[in-house]
Every structure is written in C-alpha cells, then in structure tokens.
C-alpha cells in the first residue's frame, strides 16, 4: 500500500471536507491494520460488517457557522480513542461509504479509498479550536463501572 500524506492543519482538512462529502475519520492503526475491512465491538466481540467511522460531512442545519469548529469538534469527540485503543492508534481520513450503524450508532463503512493520516498538531488546533467555545465539549468517554 502507498504511503499516505499527511493533513498538518485545520485548514488543509476543511478544505478537503469541503470537496467530498464521502469523508470519514477513523481512529486506528491504518488502513494496512484494517484491511480486513471490519470492527469489533469492544462491549460484546462481535464482528461488524464495517469499519467504525465518523463522518466528517457537515449537516445542513450548521450552516451558516463556521466550518472549522465542525470540523474540529469531529476530531476532538473521539480524541480519546488515540490513548484507549493503545499504541500506534491514530486518526486518518478516508473515503467511504456506509454500511450500517454500530452498537453506539456509528456509520459502519467500507474504505473505498485512504486518503490521508492527521498531523499531531492538526489535534492540537482542533482541542483549541473547542477551548475557545463558549459551551461544555469534552471528548466522549463512557463511565468504567456502569
């Protein structure tokens, strides 16, 4: 497999959101890692018949806000992904199209095309990006012990 480029700004990922409505951002170890083209629910082990991702598509009722907080808040939500999922874990964009929905409702997708790997920093933009909101965002965790 070819080595993907690399997004290094908000700006850059706008910008590519803003050409294709098809993209997803899924937190993993690459596309090479889910070549088998299926997630697994952590809850029960079951196999589902995609890849867990989220669309990066901006919904019509956003507008007219800015692109760049959307954009930002779909990374950040699932920022804690990278330190629960263990080493190597990391956000990459790809094209795909959905084939369901997973336990939590997730777009369940088939990667039609990679496209690019997230910078460090593009994350960190992202987190300030939601600092500067003026509501309550975090990224979503769920309780150990319910």
């Given at each position: ?17 803003e ?88 777009p ?27 509501g ?11």
């Open positions: 497999m070819e080595e993907m480029p690399t997004v290094s700004t908000l700006d850059d990922l706008v910008k590519l959101v050409k294709d409505d098809r993209l997803f951002v899924r937190w993993s170890r690459g596309p090479q890692a889910d070549a088998k083209g299926c997630s697994h629910d952590d809850l029960t082990g079951v196999q589902m018949p995609g890849l867990s991702a989220n669309p990066l598509a901006v919904e019509d009722w956003w507008a007219p806000r800015p692109l760049v907080v959307w954009v930002a808040r779909r990374l950040y939500d699932y920022s804690h992904l990278e330190r629960e999922k263990g080493p190597g874990v990391r956000p990459w964009i790809l094209v795909g199209e959905e084939l369901g929905r997973g336990p939590d409702n997730e369940l997708v088939r990667c039609v095309r990679p496209v690019a790997w997230i910078d460090e920093a593009l994350l960190s933009d992202a987190k300030r990006v939601v600092a500067e909101q003026r309550e965002w975090g990224p979503m965790r769920r309780p150990a012990d319910v």
